[in-house]
Each structure stands twice: as C-alpha cells, then as structure tokens.
C-alpha cells in the first residue's frame, strides 16, 4: 500500500513539475535575414523608424549616436557624445531622438533628422534602456522596476515591478514596445522577456541562445542588447554589443518543431 502510494505521489509530481516546465518554457526563433553591423559599436540602444535605423553606443569616451543602413551597416550619420558621459538606451519621441545616459542622470535630445542637440532633462538613478507607449517615454535602470515619465514635462508618472510568476526580474535592459507589450533584453542572457506595461508580469520569454556563435563572440561583453522593431513591415530586428551581425528574426512560438537557429 505503501509502495503504490509512493508511485502515485511520484507521478503528480512529475505531471506538477512537467506542467512547470511547460509553464516556464520560452518561444523560440527563426532567422529571417541578417545585416552587416559595427563590430566596434558597444550597443546600448537600437531603434528602426521611418525606415531609418538609428544606434546609441556606450562606453565612457567613445559613446556615439549613429543613424545606419540597415542592408549594407553604412553609417549615414554621425554624434560623438560628449566624454564625460557613458550613453545608453534610445527611443524616438516625434522629431526627437532621446538618448540616455548611464550614470550622469541625464538624458540628451537630439532633432532627429539632423542630430543637432536641443536639450537636456534629469532624472534619478541609472539609465539603462528607453522606449515609450503612445503616452510615455518607459526606462529601465537594471533592476526590476521600469519607471515612466511625461515626454512633455519630464516628470516621472509611474513605476512598475517587473515579475516573473510574483518573482522580481531585474537587469532588464535594452527596452522595445511591440504590440502593446515591453520587450526588455536582461542583462547577460540570452532572452527577451515580454512585459505587460500594465501590470509589470511577464507575459512570457524569447530563447535566443545560439543566434550569434561564441566563436563569433570578441569578449565576455559581447552579449545580446539590441532590440529594434519597423512597425510598418512588422519586422523583428536583435542585435548585441560588439557583434558583427543584426539579424532579423522571427518570433516562433514555444513547442514549435524546428524553432531555435533555423535559416
């Protein structure tokens, strides 16, 4: 009796943990196109608008912002970043490109078609990824919380905690908004988590291990951050920090056959 019990408890918790696996399990991908990009560019923000891709690097003295040509990785157009700053995320806002800083507390505007600077706006603690909603400009700075702030005043609105099953999911990224979800790259992984901008729950995750080779791979640094997204032909772009390739993919949903690195 014993016995029988034990196997029956055995197999609920196999059937309870299979269900977990199931429920944690993340979409796969499939490579549509890839483009050539800088090798050189530490990547901290990528946006695709108007048909134009634009590009924010980081690292202290070497940060730039850059407009490209997606097909052939051209740069069209050109900002060195003042050194004292260490750039980070972009968005777009109308004619304006928003670029943030990481530990300067401050935010650099830009006329986008020009890149002439126009001003400047403070805000608390690290910057590290931007996108905005029809209403916000939405920042992440590494940890779980997403904060977001009037495009017009500044002024910060809101603030979510980004969770995981009621766990809190930090080093949240580089920031996308696709299809009314936030799309965050984390920190160091190779997954995109997708985001309700209402509650902060993840609605569920994006496995890009493999896109990039590690043999393709120049330092430990070279990790995935780049998120992009052309609106008008509902195309996916990813890309990292120092790798050589932007690929357009395709998001293929969890349980698909044959989903993960298929050309």
């Known amino acids: 009796m014993l016995c029988r019990a034990a196997r029956r408890f055995t197999f609920i918790a196999a059937v309870v943990l299979c269900t977990a696996c199931e429920t944690f399990a993340a979409d796969g991908y499939r490579i549509v196109h890839t483009y050539p990009h800088d090798q050189q560019a530490f990547t901290q923000g990528l946006i695709f608008v108007d048909g134009h891709l634009y590009e924010s690097t980081g690292i202290e003295g070497k940060s730039s912002l850059r407009e490209e040509d997606l097909e052939t990785g051209r740069i069209l157009q ?23 800083t990481w530990q300067s507390h401050m935010a650099l505007v830009y006329d986008r078609a020009s890149f002439r600077f126009l001003r400047s706006f403070q ?6 990824g931007l996108t905005h909603d029809s209403k916000s400009l939405i920042l992440s700075d590494g940890t779980a919380t997403l904060r977001f702030y009037d495009p017009a005043t500044f002024h910060e609105t809101k603030s979510i905690t980004v969770t995981d099953h009621g766990k809190p999911a930090d080093q949240l990224n580089e920031l996308e908004f696709i299809h009314g979800q936030i799309y965050a790259n984390v920190w160091h992984s190779d997954r995109i988590a ?15 291990g493999g896109l990039l080779p590690a043999s393709q791979h120049s330092s430990a640094e070279a990790v995935l951050n780049g998120i992009a997204y052309d609106s008008a032909h509902d195309r996916l772009f990813v890309t990292g920090k120092l790798w050589p390739k932007i690929f357009e993919i395709q998001v293929v949903p969890k349980k698909a056959p044959g989903a993960r690195g298929k050309k």
């Open 123 to 128: 805000y608390d603690g690290e910057g590290w």
């Open 194 to 208: 997708r985001i309700s901008p209402a509650t902060g729950a993840v609605l569920g995750w994006i496995d890009l």
């Open 78 to 100: 050109f900002h060195d970043v003042p050194s004292r700053y260490f750039a980070e995320g972009l968005t777009e806002w109308g004619s304006t490109l928003i670029q943030l």
